[in-house]
């Protein structure tokens, strides 16, 4: 699965390598760093930017910190759907990494773990976003779940917030 170039901004680059539980994001951004890695921790940023355009994000919890826990639900307004998730955050060092687990609460006990890395690129930046699955098996159901087409979606909300705040 690949998507376009990613070295250009406002196109996604998402690689699933056969035969490994893993997916690697790349993402650049018409933004300084610290810009990026704001929208990315502020959790009223987040909830604004997150997942399909569809979905409402409601952040449950947010403790970013080593240590800290995460919890939200996106909901679909005028659905019954409702998609929680949550983790914990193992190693947030500002600006530059976050380390996490990811779970669907609809799928319990299926934990990845999930590093962020945010780099300068120029005037702009980039996300390196690299999740671990326990199998192939979750990696390909997290795949197959539409996660693309969220990851794209989302993306392309965090440029226009990036925009109006002038990045």
């Not at 650049?28 to 997942?51: K, M």
């Not at 919890?61 to 659905?79: C, F, I, M, N, Q």
């Not at 690129?121 to 087409?149: C, F, N, P, T």
Request: proline residues 6%; glycine residues 10%.
């Amino acid at each position: 699965m690949t998507s376009t170039d990613p070295t250009n901004s406002g196109t996604t680059h998402i690689n699933a390598p056969a035969g490994v539980p893993f997916i690697t994001i790349v993402r650049e951004f018409d933004a300084p760093v610290d810009a990026l890695y704001h929208a990315y921790t502020d959790p009223d940023l987040v909830a604004r930017w997150l997942g399909p355009r569809r979905y409402t994000l409601t952040i449950r919890e947010w403790d970013l910190r080593s240590g800290g826990t995460w919890s939200y639900a996106h909901t679909v307004p005028g659905e019954d759907a409702f998609y929680g998730f949550h983790g914990s955050f193992h190693s947030v060092d500002p600006g530059k990494r976050i380390v996490q687990t990811f779970e669907f609460e609809g799928a319990p006990g299926h934990v990845s773990l999930e590093s962020a890395t945010f780099e300068p690129v120029g005037d702009r930046s980039r996300v390196v976003v690299h999740s671990v699955y326990q199998s192939l098996e979750a990696r390909d159901a997290m795949i197959s779940s539409g996660m693309e087409g969220g990851v794209t979606e989302g993306y392309e909300q965090l440029d226009d917030i990036l925009a109006e705040q002038g990045a």
